[in-house]
């Protein structure tokens, strides 16, 4: 079975600066891979998925991903945060050829100071 | 165009008595999930519908846990008798339905239940 290991369980950013959060899964061969964004009060929403093709994904609202095979990893970049990304980060990997029901890894809370 | 609707966003009940959680998909959306997400965890799957068809619900607690999408719109989630431990966040997403290949899940805000 797939699982997601999110590592970091807060990030502390300052407003304007980078971001990376981590995402490893472990499925045997090449997973679909999702990042979900939950902001306090609201259902979850796609940030950007991989399937296959350029292991560079551009997603909504200025995020990106890469997937690195080598490293099981599909971390989630934003090159200047704002303060209105501050919200919860899920990574969820789904078997390529199935249903593509997520299973989702424990999500990172992101804080963003001024 | 309206999202995914739940009700009620939050319900506080006492231990062993009966709640029930209703969704409403988006428009023309055949297949609906139910999710399960504790304190400081992801969602976890409970139970797929493919219209009014329980397709996926080998993680829903069968014991006290039941699920019904009378014809293939709307969906209710009950829970009789509620423990403590069900005290989570329960989430209904939709999406369009059927086949192969991948339709996007929509998520509505979730139900918070608190079981004291």
């Known amino acids: 079975a797939q699982s997601v290991t999110q590592p970091d369980i807060h990030i502390t950013v300052s407003e304007g600066a980078s971001l990376e959060l981590r995402c490893n899964y472990s499925y045997g061969a090449t997973p679909y891979l999702f990042w979900y964004v939950q902001s306090p009060g609201q259902g979850l929403q796609l940030l950007l998925k991989y399937f296959s093709g350029d292991t560079l994904v551009q997603g909504i609202k200025g995020f990106e991903a890469e997937f690195k095979r080598s490293q099981s990893s599909f971390n989630l970049r934003k090159p200047s945060v704002h303060w209105s990304d501050a919200a919860e980060y899920f990574c969820?990997?789904?078997?390529?050829?199935?249903?593509?029901?997520?299973?989702f890894g424990r999500g990172t809370s992101l804080i963003v100071h001024p | 165009e309206a999202g995914v609707v739940q009700s009620p966003r939050y319900k506080i009940i006492e231990k062993k008595q009966p709640v029930a959680f209703w969704c409403n998909p988006i428009?023309?959306?055949?297949?609906l999930y139910w999710y399960l997400q504790n304190l400081g965890q992801g969602p976890e799957l409970l139970i797929r519908?493919?219209?009014?068809?329980?397709?996926?619900d080998s993680q829903l607690p069968k014991d006290r846990f039941s699920a019904e999408r009378l014809k293939g719109v709307d969906s209710t989630l009950k829970i009789q008798p509620a423990e403590l431990g069900d005290s989570a966040v329960y989430l209904c997403?939709?999406?369009?339905?059927?086949?192969?290949?991948?339709?996007?899940?929509?998520f509505g805000p979730g139900t918070r239940l608190t079981v004291l």
């Open positions: 969820a990997v789904a078997p390529s050829g199935g249903s593509y029901i997520p299973t």
């Open positions: 997403a939709s999406s369009l339905g059927g086949g192969d290949s991948y339709n996007e899940q929509f």
């Open positions: 519908y493919e219209n009014e068809e329980a397709v996926d």
């Open positions: 428009s023309g959306h055949n297949t």
